[in-house]
């Protein structure tokens, strides 16, 4: 998960978290590789996407508060699974858990005060321990969840990518950061319970990130939450991806959820790697401002984004649209995993 300083939380009215919907259909296996998990937003949106949350704002009243004042944190709201979802109790599951862990009042951080949270979810304490980046030392925190998509669904398990940004008060500074948690789930006699927890690792930025790396991150159509930008800025990521990405951003305003880190090493319920870790693979969940999971959200746009997508060299684009037409037979997929998403793969 991104553990990159972030800098502190702009005033009211400038920050704004456009919020995820989600949904699949049970049945599929995760996210494509080999052969075969929103944003980093300036701007504030004027209503929340259809089956979103709102947008978290200040908590500070009207006024310029006292400059010995304690930092205000800004207001989140719970994410909300939306009626497209066939078995929301999944990622309802995997979302409650990562907000139990990533978000706490002044007085109620650290491990012990975590594990009670979680223990009141009827789940585990000893996922705490797994939380990484989900949980630094700090005085309080507020979490927000911006997606939450299917790494991989089937029968009896699957892989939830809550995609997430999180600010936290140590003293007097406020911090603005996030990560992506690949939440593992099985199903139990009395419903879905949590069994893993997998926080993207993204490294070290590089020292010099190249130019297109540069250009990626500066190019306010390319919405990219903390994770994946700190996969970008680790040098990582294949430059097929980077082109595909601006390429793309010539057309559409894409938000994505996932690149490399925080992302099943293997394609969900098989052997084979997925194109995510070695970073040739990106996932987009929100296309001009429609979510892809969203049954409003126009079909002809996810095709013919899926389908640009081709275009720009993928060999492999999943999503919830069945296509045919592919330079091969297999470029064109679609899935209940890929039912919430637009996958694209790279070969390098």
């Not at 049970?26 to 089956?51: D, E, I, Q, V």
């Not at 999180?166 to 406020?174: D, E, F, K, N, P």
Request: net charge positive.
């Amino acid at each position: 998960m991104t553990r990159r300083p972030e800098p502190a939380v702009p005033p009211i009215g400038r920050r704004a978290v456009l919020l995820g919907t989600a949904g699949a259909l049970l049945g599929a296996a995760g996210c494509a590789g080999g052969t075969r998990g929103r944003p980093n937003t300036a701007a504030t949106p004027t209503a929340p996407a259809p089956g979103s949350s709102p947008a978290p704002s200040n908590l500070s009243g009207p006024g310029t508060p006292s400059p010995t004042a304690t930092p205000a944190l800004p207001r989140t709201a719970p994410w909300q699974v939306t009626s497209a979802e066939v078995h929301p109790e999944v990622k309802r599951r995997a979302v409650a858990l990562v907000e139990a862990i990533g978000a706490w009042p002044g007085g109620r951080g650290g491990a012990p005060a975590a594990r009670a949270r979680v223990t009141a979810l009827r789940l585990p304490a000893a996922l705490v321990a797994q939380a990484g980046p989900l949980l630094p030392a700090a005085d309080e925190a507020v979490l927000q969840v911006v997606d939450a998509q299917y790494g991989g669904i089937l029968a009896d398990s699957a892989s939830v990518l809550v995609v997430c940004r999180q600010w936290t008060r140590r003293g007097g500074a406020v911090r603005a950061g996030g990560t992506t948690v690949d939440v593992r789930l099985a199903r139990t006699g009395t419903g879905w319970t949590v069994t893993n927890l997998h926080p993207a690792r993204p490294g070290a930025p590089a020292a010099a990130p190249p130019a297109r790396v540069r250009r990626v991150l500066a190019d306010s159509r390319i919405v990219l939450p903390p994770a994946a930008r700190a996969d970008l800025r680790s040098g990582r990521v294949h430059d097929s991806v980077l082109t595909a990405m601006l390429h793309l951003a010539g057309r559409y305003r894409m938000y994505v959820s996932v690149v490399r880190s925080g992302h099943p090493l293997d394609v969900f319920g098989t052997s084979r790697p997925s194109d995510h870790p070695p970073g040739r693979a990106f996932d987009v969940w929100q296309v001009d401002g429609h979510a892809v999971v969203d049954p409003a959200t126009p079909r002809t746009l996810v095709e013919r984004f899926m389908r640009d997508a081709a275009a720009t060299g993928s060999y492999n684009v999943g999503g919830p649209v069945p296509l045919s037409g592919g330079s091969t037979p297999d470029q064109f997929f679609s899935d209940a995993t890929h039912h919430d998403h637009v996958h694209l793969g790279f070969r390098g």
